[in-house]
């Protein structure tokens, strides 16, 4: 009995540290997705230049790196993970980032600039996928939300800090524009390395071994994604609605929050462009005091509270003639709601059920990516015909609606009797 007690000890230990490699594999995915996309800004003139094309047209080669990364996003959890190991998968992830960054190196010309791009936007977008789906699959309902909030607090710190080393790295080391860009694949390397050494498997053998007994029939991983989708309670979809809902509203903040400050405050371009420096800053602190906010209140109650706010003061900053002390304030709360909004959401739909699936992720991830595409041109299009204030309105709107859905899923749930935060417990 005590050699048996013993051993089962051991084994937990040695469950406990497969976690945390998972968790730190994840950790490493996110600095670099932080870290690469974001300061891209950074280099497009010496990329423009070296290839000898207008910064347009180098702009404009970066849609080879979003679609191929967009549809990624969907095919990693949803379909690759069908047919393909996690471990494999977090393995090949790594190998076509190392050949699209070796292909970045040898770039001569914008022809084979387009196929890294496209190789690196593969990479990109499964490691996008995997950096979330990785939590969910450690994680149970209860503890999933602080934990999804660390990851994206991971990822504002790669998106803050990047652009600045980036611009000392061309302007003061003299880098070359290829050798700066794929400086983030360091930390690619030490993700691989890591996946080298890690068992993927031994937390789905302790969850099917702890659950068999208990979970319904009816709860079982289904085996098609048409199964799944008709099984799937309604509060998932009004969550995965959700989602876009807020991805919209945030591209909202990021594309025109500075040419806002400029054509309707009256900030100059260089302070106007403070104005979104002023939110991605708020953003760390948002998502660094989300970590521990959430364990102390429910997600729920969280994300009705920071859309809420976050609503109401873009109304405000749409309607009322603010000053620009005003502006930046308004800013800066309004990222510290925005900071965890994304992770929150996210994990809130993967909790309207048990347990959570690769194509419920896929789902609810995907979501998001529409948003991603729709935002642009919705909110071009109301510029174009209404103005820029009703571009922030319709902001709020979309950030006032996550409210109102939430509250629905809230009513459905306690209808049902499901607890998302308490079934793991029950189990």
């Not at 005590?2 to 490699?21: I, S, V």
């Not at 005003?326 to 309207?352: E, K, N, R």
């Not at 529409?370 to 319709?394: E, Q, R």
């Amino acid at each position: 009995m005590y050699a048996a007690e013993t051993m089962k000890q051991r084994y937990m230990r040695y469950l406990k540290t497969e976690k945390k490699k998972i968790e730190y594999v994840s950790y490493l995915y996110m600095i670099f997705l932080g870290a690469s996309f974001p300061a891209i800004g950074v280099v497009i003139g010496d990329i423009a230049k070296a290839l000898g094309v207008d910064v347009s047209s180098a702009v404009a080669s970066y849609s080879f790196f979003t679609l191929s990364s967009a549809v990624m996003v969907f095919a990693t959890t949803g379909l690759v993970l069908e047919f393909v190991s996690l471990k494999t998968t977090n393995i090949l992830t790594s190998i076509l980032l190392f050949i699209g960054i070796g292909i970045i190196l040898i770039s001569t010309n914008i022809h084979i600039f387009y196929i890294a791009l496209f190789v690196y936007g593969i990479g990109y977008g499964m490691c996008f996928s995997l950096g979330y789906y990785l939590i969910i699959y450690i994680t149970d309902n209860k503890e999933r939300a602080s934990k999804m909030a660390l990851v994206s607090l991971v990822y504002a710190i790669g998106a803050t800090t990047a652009p600045k080393i980036f611009n000392y790295m061309l302007d003061e080391l003299k880098f070359s524009w290829n050798i700066t860009l794929s400086s983030v694949i360091l930390f690619i390397v030490l993700a691989f390395i890591l996946c080298l050494f890690t068992n993927f498997e031994a937390p789905k053998k302790v969850s099917v071994s702890t659950s068999k007994k208990t979970r319904p029939k009816h709860l079982e991983v289904r085996r098609t994604w048409l199964d799944e989708l008709v099984n799937w309670p309604v509060t998932v979809y009004l969550m995965s609605f959700s989602l876009m809902f807020y991805v919209i509203a945030e591209t909202i903040v990021i594309f025109w929050l500075p040419i806002f400050g400029q054509k309707e405050i009256g900030m100059t371009a260089s302070v106007g462009s403070y104005l979104i420096s002023t939110f991605w800053g708020f953003v760390i602190i948002g998502r660094f005091s989300a970590t521990f906010i959430l364990k102390k209140i429910s997600q729920e109650t969280y994300i009705c509270f920071i859309c809420t706010l976050s609503g109401i003061l873009l109304f405000l900053m749409a309607v009322l003639n603010i000053s620009i002390i005003w502006a930046f304030l308004f800013t800066a709360v309004t990222g510290m709601c925005f900071a965890a909004a994304y992770s929150t959401i996210a994990t809130t739909g993967t909790t309207q059920v048990p347990h959570a699936t690769s194509r419920l992720t896929t789902a609810v991830l995907g979501s998001g990516a529409v948003g991603t595409v729709i935002a642009p041109l919705a909110s071009s299009y109301i510029k174009a015909t209404v103005g820029l204030k009703l571009v922030f309105i319709s902001g709020a709107v979309f950030m006032l609606l996550i409210t109102a859905f939430l509250i629905l899923v809230i009513l459905v749930n306690k209808l049902k009797g499901y607890n998302p935060q308490a079934i793991h417990e029950e189990e």
